[in-house]
Nanobody, 123 residues
Framework: QAQLVESGGASVQAGGSLRLSCAAS????????MAWFRQAPGKEREGVAA???????FYTDSVKGRFTITKDNAKNTLFLEMNFLKPDDTAVYYC?????????????????WGQGTQVTVSS
C-alpha cells in the first residue's frame, strides 16, 4: 500500500521559516516526480512545488525565491524549505507522488497523497 506521511507543520510569525518533510514508502514514491500542494479553507488545492526524478524543480509564482523543494532519494523523503513566510501561505500542505501526467503542479496528476500538515502564518 502506497503511503506518504507529512510532518513539520506549525504556527509561525510572518517572516519566519519552516521545513516540511514527507516520508514516502517505496511503492508510492519511486520512480516518480513528487510535489507539494496546499489548500486553504474555501480554496482549491494549489500546486506549490514539484521535483522531477532527475531533480528539475518547478514552483508556483507566489513562492518562487522563498520555497525550495528537495528530495533525499536514499531515504525516500521529500522536503519543502519555506522562508519569508506570509499569512497567505497559511494552508494544509500535502505531499503527492505517483505522477500520471507531465503537468506536475496539477492535483489531478497524482495518484498518491499524504494526510496533510497544517501551516499557519500570523501577521
Amino acid at each position: 500500500q502506497a503511503q506518504l506521511v507529512e510532518s513539520g507543520g506549525a504556527s509561525v510569525q510572518a517572516g519566519g521559516s519552516l521545513r516540511l518533510s514527507c516520508a514516502a514508502s517505496r511503492d508510492s514514491a519511486t520512480p516518480s516526480p513528487m510535489a507539494w500542494f496546499r489548500q486553504a479553507p474555501g480554496k482549491e488545492r494549489e500546486g506549490v512545488a514539484a521535483i522531477r526524478i532527475i531533480g528539475t524543480t518547478f514552483y508556483t509564482d507566489s513562492v518562487k525565491g522563498r520555497f525550495t523543494i528537495t528530495k533525499d532519494n536514499a531515504k525516500n523523503t521529500l522536503f519543502l524549505e519555506m522562508n519569508f513566510l506570509k499569512p497567505d501561505d497559511t494552508a494544509v500542505y500535502y505531499c503527492a507522488a505517483g505522477a500520471r501526467t507531465p503537468f506536475l503542479l496539477r492535483a489531478s496528476t497524482y495518484a498518491h497523497w499524504g494526510q496533510g500538515t497544517q501551516v499557519t502564518v500570523s501577521s
